[in-house]
Structure formats: C-alpha cells, structure tokens
C-alpha cells in the first residue's frame, strides 16, 4: 500500500528553526509538494521537488532524497503567523496525489 | 480574479437528504479535484475531471456523483446523505499533468450529517 508518515504535532519557539520530515513509500514517484493549512482554512502551496537536493524559498527550504524515501521541510526564523499544518504530499506513478495527514505546528513566543 | 470558490461554506443535513456543493474556478484550468478531510488523516480525493466532460473516481467515490457540464465548474452530489460523510470539502484545480502540478483550493465547504 501507499503510505506517508509525518509527525503529527510540533512545538517550536518563536525566531527559532524547525524541521519537519516526511518519509513515503509509495507506488513510482513524479514528485513532492509541501503545502502550509492555517485552522479552518484551505491549503496554499509551499514546495515542489522533483529532483534530490534541497530547494531554498525565503525562510522555508524543502529537502529530498528519492533513494531514502525522505523529505523535511525547513522553517527558518519562525514567526507566529507560521503556526499551521503542514502537509506532505507525493506524485505516485499515475500522476495522483497522495497525502501525508499533516504535521500541526505550534509556536510559542 | 477569485481562483476557486465553493458554495456553500457551511451546511448541515439530515441523514437521507440531498445536496449539492458547487466549485468554479477562473484559472482556465483542466484539472479539478474534490477532497474530503477528515480528522487525523490526509486529503482523500473524492472524484476528479481532466476535462470539461470528462469526471474519474478517486479513492472514497463511494455516496457521491459529479459532474463538469462546463470546464469552470465542477458539481458534487450526495445523494442520500449519511453521518459518515460529515467531514470538510475542498475543491480544487491545476492547469495540467494530474497531481504533479500545483492544485489551487477553494475555501472549503463544512457539512455536518445528522
């Protein structure tokens, strides 16, 4: 079966960083997104990688490794505004989505 | 431009009612998705079209129908609502390549059974 396991909550401190990791297994992989779900809102893309290596985008990186079936998110100089779930999700080999059920993130000042 | 809207945002049903939830998007785009998400598990795609015309089960397609009579819009039925189909409703859309491309989502549609 097709599975991705992300860590369900989070606690950081505000200014500080946080990394977030996804690993998968599923069937064939055409890439990983990451996107950012504040409470009781839809989810707002963050991150696409397709290749290994890491992809810089301001205060937010996003890491993978095909070969280790891995991805972390990276969060620099959090603020509180970046208290949200953060979904994982893969690309399998029919070009569907398949999703993480999230990690919540929780900042404290 | 509004991207993707969803009407209504809340609703709440008696078990055996019917409904339908509506999804437009003004990106032009091909691709539409509806999602159910529920508590502690990730997006489940309901149904999906490639295409004006065109609709694909996902993976819970069970207890609901669609439809894309026109490429902006995309319908969700319950036909004889259940408890079990309580949960959040997200539509949403991406301009090609199925999954691998970025799908832009509405606000969300929260429907209670009871």
């Known amino acids: 079966g097709q599975n991705i396991d992300q860590p369900t909550e989070m606690t950081a401190t505000e200014g500080a960083i946080v990394q977030i990791n996804c690993t998968y297994q599923t069937s064939g992989f055409n890439g990983l997104f990451w996107y950012q779900q504040h409470a009781g809102e839809a989810p707002t893309f963050l991150s696409y990688?397709?290749l290994d290596g890491l992809e810089e985008k301001g205060r937010f990186s996003s890491f993978l490794s095909r070969s280790k079936g891995y991805s972390y998110l990276l969060l620099k100089e959090l603020q509180m505004k970046d208290s949200a779930s953060y979904l994982c999700a893969v690309v399998d080999s029919n070009y569907q989505l398949i999703w993480g059920a999230g990690t919540k993130l929780i900042i404290k000042p | 431009n509004a991207g993707v809207t969803q009407t209504p945002k809340f609703r709440v049903l008696k078990t055996g009612q019917s409904m339908t939830l509506l999804c437009a998007q003004d990106?032009?785009?091909?691709?539409m998705y509806w999602y159910r998400q529920d508590p502690g598990m990730g997006l489940r795609l309901i149904h999906y079209?490639?295409?004006?015309?065109?609709?694909a089960k996902g993976e819970v397609p069970d207890g609901y129908n669609v439809s894309r009579l026109k490429k902006q819009n995309f319908l969700l039925g319950l036909e004889s609502a259940a408890p079990s189909q309580t949960s959040v409703y997200f539509c949403?859309?991406?301009?090609?390549?199925?999954?691998?491309?970025?799908?832009?989502f509405g606000p969300g549609t929260r429907l209670t059974v009871l």
């Open positions: 949403a859309s991406g301009k090609g390549q199925g999954g691998a491309d970025t799908q832009y």
């Open positions: 079209s490639v295409g004006e015309g065109t609709t």
């Open positions: 990688n397709v």
């Open positions: 990106m032009n785009h091909e691709y």
